[in-house]
């Protein structure tokens, strides 16, 4: 069993920047590909970010392309979402989630394991 705990959530002005945590801990999440996404009030969850046990390939929705930047530091056992250019649009509770392969995919369906999320709020 993998443990995600995701942090850095807030509340930040239009064109702000928030970078989000997430760290992993219980079993090893070695070789585990790791993905954000997110879900604003009355929507479904959706596709944010994903990327590769190794870090070299990463995936966007094309809603947060040239904001967002996934990356890991597996040594740390933590991935981040660097989030700017920060949008009204982008207020979710964002979720970090593993995945038991290597490689990257956009689908919910495919992540084993899921954090309790953590609350960004961009105000106009």
């Known amino acids: 069993q993998v443990q995600l705990v995701e942090s850095g959530g807030g509340l930040v002005q239009t064109g702000g920047s928030l970078r989000l945590s997430c760290a992993a801990s219980?079993?090893?999440?070695?070789?585990?590909?790791m993905g954000w996404f997110r879900q604003a009030p009355g929507k479904e969850r959706e596709f944010v970010a994903a990327?590769?046990?190794?870090?070299?390939?990463?995936t966007y929705a094309d809603s947060v392309k040239g904001r967002f930047t996934i990356s890991r530091e597996n040594a740390k056992n933590t991935v981040y979402l660097q989030m700017n250019s920060l949008k009204p649009e982008d207020t979710a509770v964002y979720y970090c989630a593993a995945r038991r392969t290597s490689v990257p995919t956009i689908y919910e369906y495919a992540y084993a394991y899921w954090g309790q999320g953590t609350q960004v709020t961009v105000s106009s």
């Open positions: 219980g079993r090893t999440f070695s070789g585990y590909a």
């Open positions: 990327i590769s046990w190794s870090g070299g390939s990463t």
